[in-house]
């Protein structure tokens, strides 16, 4: 099972920061989760549309400048990275889900992840894109046709996961609270990888192994690595 640092090692540094990102390589990830909203022309890599819980600023973020972000402390004295320093401080170190959070993030994210990979050394298969938002996966497939989407549900749907599969995505990204035996069965007749979100907790993590899930976030990723014994990436 793929233990997937959430927002970095976001347990152990102020989550989504280059420090968070650093922590998660120094503990040998495989690979990191972060989320990205777009502000001006750039993707930064921040969970909330609002400043306040993670930062020393106010106001919605989309509504903010670079210039502002770059003056925000965003903990310990990290900044909010734009999605490009992340990228360039990873340099295909490990792999990369990056969930697109706000309106207009998939029409920047895809010329930057083929420049990522000219560049920094990535390959394609590292690349995962996920979003609550379907439609705009759809968008960002169409124009991607070789990327792997994450098709990400805080439901547990009637239709179970239908809706990944017409999305053709790679997998499918439940919450721990819906993560249901049935649902996952049926992702993974359909083909779908199975991932998990937050889960922390022994007991959960043992359980999601049992049931034959793909992958967990983890805000601790050292934690979780320990508690599934050989049974991973
Ligand atoms: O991508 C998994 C998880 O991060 C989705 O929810 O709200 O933590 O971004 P959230
Ligand atoms: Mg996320």
Known sequence: MLVIAHRGASGLAPENTLAAMEKALELGACAIELDVH????????????????????????????????????AGNGERVPTLWQ??????????????????GTGELLAPMLERAIAELGYSREQFLVSSFNHPQLARIKASLPWLKIGALTTS?????????????????HMDVNFA??????????????????????????LELQLLGVDGVFCNWPDKARSIIGNDQR
């Open 180 to 205: 249901e035996p049935e649902f996952i069965s049926d992702a993974k007749r359909r083909g779908l990888r199975v991932y998990v979100f937050t889960v922390d907790e022994a007991e959960d993590i």
């Open 86 to 103: 992340v990228l360039e401080l990873i340099a295909g170190r490990c792999d990369l889900n990056i969930e697109l959070k706000g309106r």
């Open 38 to 73: 777009r502000v001006e022309q750039e993707l930064v890599v921040i969970h909330d549309r609002w400043l306040q819980r993670h930062t020393d600023g106010h106001g919605l973020v989309h509504q903010s400048t670079l210039a502002h972000l770059a003056g925000l402390d």
């Open 156 to 172: 547990c749907p009637l239709n179970y996961a239908r809706f990944a599969d017409e999305l053709g995505a790679f997998s499918v």
